[in-house]
């Protein structure tokens, strides 16, 4: 089983970044799928999330209006795509499935850092 999170990178602030995360393994079909960061020195923090069939999102309030979700279930894949990125969106970003009963698989993390 595995999450590999990609496109992360060195960005200038107001520059956009697209991160994806490939699932083998296991399913993300019926199960919400999501993204949570964690900054240097700050705790992990859930970012933006997905339903499993209806697409309803969920935002944390910091990246609503720059940041969008999206999933392909053909692909077994989520998306991120981050706009008007600011240098406090600097963090590792982890990809992250809800089971029904808890956070069930993690990615390992791709590292978005935003210079100011």
């Known amino acids: 089983v595995q999450l590999v999170e990609s496109g992360g990178g060195l960005v200038q602030a107001g520059g ?3 991160l994806s995360c490939a699932a ?3 399913s993300f079909d019926d199960y ?7 900054a240097p020195g700050k705790e992990r923090e859930a970012v933006s999330c997905v339903s499993s069939h209806t697409g309803v999102s969920w935002y944390v309030h ?3 209006g720059r940041f969008s979700i ?3 279930n053909s692909k077994n894949t989520l998306y991120l795509q981050m706009n008007s990125l600011k240098p406090e969106d600097t963090a590792l ?3 992250v499935r809800d089971g029904g009963y808890g956070l069930d698989y993690w990615g390992k993390g791709t ?4 210079s100011s």
């Open 70 to 72: 999206s999933r392909d």
């Open 93 to 95: 970003y982890y990809c």
């Open 24 to 26: 083998s393994g296991v």
């Open 16 to 18: 956009s970044l697209r």
């Open 111 to 114: 590292l978005v850092t935003v």
């Open 62 to 64: 910091s990246v609503k």
């Open 32 to 38: 919400a799928i999501g993204w949570f960061r964690q």
